[in-house]
């Protein structure tokens, strides 16, 4: 890890004042970066150069930089959280850039997810599905059930813990030529569909999560694949698989 | 001001039970026209938001982020705690307890502590009836891991991700109540003042981070569970938005602060590279379950493989030193982490550390011997008779991916190595505070109606918190303490009705957050923020880090007064106040960690002992060890504000021990 010889690199990032106004593209130049630093780290240093120069800084999403709280969010080289494979735009390093590259950076781009600021979009339509039926109705109490009581299969639980582990962030959507979740959905859905715990409320469940997503402006999954390509998390598209047949299954015997 | 930790009679086991049959309820009908607001939306104001609605009440609830599900619970890796003995290993709440407490350097009150490890089975119970994901065996019964500091396995985990998993769990949980219209929720708001009203908390002062506004916000009790102080390093293990404001904001307001100097330096972090990092990455501590930690025993070797003439597995094992299995045969790998992390500084001071940094800070994790360990196991367990060394080694990485593989992962995007391959280099860094907002037993602070909870009180952990506890103290106290303390206060407000924002108390609060705000915008100074915080996080590190001195105490109280001074003359600020604006965003924590830094540091002078992660270098033993003075320090040290960092004033909490027998610490 020791420190190379710096690169110099140029930007082409999209400046917004907010949701109102129309944004473009701006060049900056930020020389001496080191390929140790990550994506983010580079982003700080031009947002000192800028604000030594009088200028507004860059404003993005970002907050535990160990990819796993899902706030960061930038669309790099046309790809959501950028070239590199399973990581997040925090994660990703400098390295994985050439010296003298031209790198764009954009908002993820869904109608679901208006701008907000520069970088920064509105993502709180994932929460407002998560709300229609993101959850198991259990009280907090002291006396649920011992939690060994039902034994659950390795590979199913295994499989729910894949599914779990999306992180909200929204590549998929940003990923998708119909800016669809059903990526995001689908592994909530699934998650709960293969607990025993979840099954009570399946049909309920993945009925108003889809309706809501549409209701937010989501598009339909045709099946290309492209978010489990760009998901940081490795998401499945099985996922998906699994969230159609509890659709279909829950339209055709739900009152 | 005298301090009631309000802990209840009788014997220990007992107190908690008695106690909750004892203490006042609100009838449902009346919960519906009382208010809590709930700051911060982790494990621990996550599920107090979530239980507070179920239970009734109308919860509005807080978080800087663009969703409560972001808030930095959710990067804890390694487990949950929970006294539940599925593993038939001798646990028992009573062990949970001895443990932490032993753990904590016996500066925790027994009371607390004992009401935690009763709780902890409960939380597991809740957690798998809310769908976490927890990792299970074969047999489809949960799965145990050990972590530092105790002789059982009694962890729960989900991977290296069950902070993300518990926090989804709570989250979820808040969702129901949100849909519900239970849980008002407010996204992307910091709370920038309490306001108190006839001496109860009574609303809070928040800034929309998205257009700027000023909102005035009323409830009849005012919840604070905004996390640690850890960024007052600059460099640490939490989020960059990680901060004390809220919790600074009540200190100036009246409630008392409690032991700022106990802070826990994270023995397995991916050491420092350079001058633009903003931030360091902790690699759990469940890999001390597995990963062996050393350092060459050879000066000339160090040298050499910091020059990178030299790489680990050209070091013969008889020329390795096995540091801490050397020090402490009996805990081994496993010592806690405040004794990890100090016998890491040893050897990287004395010259042995391994990595090509300005200060050499670094030092082996290693798993080939795990990688053999599994491998031989599996092939046993696949009838591979005789198998090759390759086997071995592709079967024994296969079983380490299965367990680590996500921090392996990570490990490799950071640094480029392979720790498949080759050992990790890691090193201690910042990563909780373990001092925070005094509280009684109810949880409440010295301001009546203001309550902290999780990471932002003080509570259970004492000088040093043992792994896998702060998952489980976040969601004790927001599942199962708070929501029934909370009802005993607000027993007394089911007639006030709702609290007006217009009341006198609410724009004076107002009026000086406004007024903080426009003095960072007309500043027009010549440094950003970052250049005063990483001042600041130097000063912290080098002088009040992991181990102080009195002289450097001192130092380091005069050098952050005149940080302080020249941030308020020199910060620049760009942008507005009526926009989204990071940077005000952080103006305003960082001038709250510039006061809290202070404290910090007087806290520790004032500590004239050592105690788990506070280690003052003129208080050891002859080997090298925290040397506690009971006589003198067994109390909690609760500061109260008079206008200046340097003029608070000192209240003694002393802390007895009835259950546990006070001894020197020992992992030997």
């Known amino acids: 890890m020791a420190a190379e010889k710096g690169m110099n690199i140029t930007l082409k990032v999209w400046r917004q004042k907010n949701g109102q106004s129309k944004g473009a593209l701006e060049t900056y130049q930020i020389n001496d970066v080191s390929p140790d630093s990550s994506f983010l780290e580079m982003m700080d240093a031009l947002n000192d150069q800028i604000i030594m120069k009088d200028g507004s800084p860059v404003v993005f999403d970002h907050d535990c930089r160990e990819g796993i709280c899902g706030s960061c969010s930038m669309y790099i080289n046309g790809q959501p959280h950028g070239p590199a494979r399973l990581v997040t735009t925090c994660q990703l390093h400098m390295r994985e850039f050439k010296d003298g590259e031209t790198i764009y950076v954009e908002p993820f781009r869904a109608k679901a997810f208006p701008v907000i600021k520069d970088l920064v979009v509105d993502r709180s339509a994932l929460d407002r599905i998560q709300h229609a039926g993101g959850y198991i109705s259990v009280n907090t109490s002291g006396n649920t059930q011992d939690a060994n009581a039902i034994p659950i299969e390795k590979e199913k639980a295994d499989k729910a813990f894949d599914a779990a582990t999306c992180i909200g962030c929204g590549a998929c959507v940003a990923a998708c030529k119909n800016a669809s979740a059903s990526l995001f959905m689908s592994a909530k859905i699934s998650q709960y569909a293969l607990l025993p715990q979840g099954q009570v409320e399946a049909k309920n469940r993945v009925l108003a999560m889809v309706k809501q997503a549409e209701e937010e402006g989501f598009g339909p999954c045709s099946n290309t694949g492209a978010c489990e390509i760009e998901c940081p998390k490795g998401i499945s598209l099985e996922n998906i698989a699994r969230m159609n047949r509890e659709y279909l299954s829950a339209s055709l015997t739900s009152k | 001001m005298k301090l009631d930790s309000k802990i209840p009679e009788g014997p220990l086991k007992d107190k908690w039970t008695n106690y909750k049959n004892n203490i006042r309820l609100v009838n449902p009908a009346n919960k519906r026209n009382i208010d809590v607001i709930v700051v911060g939306t982790g494990l621990a104001g ?247 930690i050393w350092v060459p025993k050879k000066i000339e070797d160090a040298k050499a493989i910091r020059e990178g003439k030299l790489r680990a597995r050209d070091i013969k094992e008889e020329d390795r030193d096995y540091y801490l299995e050397r020090r402490y045969p009996s805990f081994g790998n496993l010592v806690p982490r405040d004794v990890a992390s100090r016998a890491a500084k040893e050897r990287c001071d004395a010259g042995y550390g391994v990595v090509n940094n300005d200060t050499n800070e670094g030092v082996f994790l290693d798993f080939a011997s795990a990688i053999q360990r599994y491998g031989k196991q599996e092939a046993l367990l696949k009838g591979i008779h005789n198998p090759s060394k390759e086997e071995v080694e592709s079967l024994g990485k296969k079983v380490v991916e299965s367990k680590y593989g996500n921090l392996f992962d990570m490990y490799k995007q950071i640094t480029a190595e392979n720790p498949y391959e080759t050992p990790m280099k890691i090193y201690p860094a910042v990563h909780y505070t373990m001092g925070g907002v005094w509280v009684d037993y109810n949880l409440m602070t010295t301001v009546p109606g203001l309550y902290a909870i999780g990471e932002a009180n003080f509570s259970d952990h004492g000088a040093n918190r043992l792994g896998a506890s702060a998952l489980m103290q976040g969601l004790a106290d927001g599942y199962f303490v708070l929501p029934y303390t909370i009802g005993d206060y607000l027993a007394d407000d089911i007639r006030t009705g709702k609290i007006s924002t217009d009341l006198p108390e609410f724009k004076e609060a107002e009026d000086s957050v406004k007024s903080m705000i426009d003095t960072f915008i007309n500043n027009k100074g010549k440094h950003s923020v970052d250049y005063f915080h990483k001042k600041l996080g130097l000063i912290m590190w080098n002088k009040v880090g992991m181990s102080r001195t009195a002289s450097g105490l001192k130092e380091a109280i005069e050098e952050i007064k005149v940080l302080r001074e020249q941030f308020w003359k020199e910060v620049k600020v760009p942008g507005t106040a009526d926009e989204m604006n990071p940077e005000l965003e952080k103006a305003t924590r960082v001038a709250d960690f510039l006061e809290l830094g202070e404290l910090f540091a007087r806290d520790a002078l004032e500590r004239e002992e050592s105690c788990g992660g506070h280690f003052r270098e003129e208080h050891r033993t002859e080997d090298g060890e925290a040397k506690r003075d009971d006589e003198n320090f067994a109390y909690v040290a609760a500061w109260e504000y008079t206008g200046q960092p340097s003029e608070a004033i000192l209240h003694k909490e002393e802390l007895k021990f009835e259950n546990v027998e006070l001894k020197t610490r020992s992992y030997k």
């Open chain 2, 46 to 292: 996550g599920s107090a938001a979530a239980t507070l609605a179920e239970l009734g009440y109308n919860v509005k609830a807080f978080c800087y982020q663009d969703s409560p599900r972001r808030a930095h619970s959710i990067a804890a890796q390694g487990g949950i705690n929970a006294a539940k003995n599925y593993q038939g290993d001798g646990d028992s709440t009573y062990r949970l307890f001895y443990d932490t407490i032993k753990g904590g350097d016996y500066r925790s009150r027994e009371a607390n502590v004992y009401r935690l490890a009763e709780v902890s089975a409960n939380i597991i119970d809740q957690c798998v009836a809310q769908g976490v994901p927890f990792a299970r065996d074969y047999g489809g019964l949960l799965d145990n891991r050990s972590f530092g500091g105790v002789l059982v396995s009694r962890t729960f985990y989900a991977k290296g991700q069950t902070g993300q998993q518990l926090l989804l769990g709570a989250y979820s949980a808040m969702n129901r109540q949100i849909a519900k219209g239970k849980i008002e929720m407010f996204n992307r708001h910091e709370m920038l003042d309490v306001v108190i009203v006839d001496g109860k908390a009574r609303g809070i002062i928040a800034r929309n981070l998205v257009t700027g506004e000023i909102e005035r916000h009323s409830a009849h009790a005012v919840v604070i569970g905004s996390g640690g102080y850890g960024n007052v390093f600059f460099l640490s293990t939490n989020a960059m938005g990680s901060n004390v404001t809220a919790s600074w904001k009540i200190h100036k307001r009246g409630a008392l602060f409690a032991n700022p100097c106990y802070t826990q330096i994270h023995p397995t972090c991916v050491p420092v590279h350079g001058t633009q990092q903003s931030k360091l990455t902790l690699m759990s501590e469940s890999l001390r379950n597995d990963g062996r």
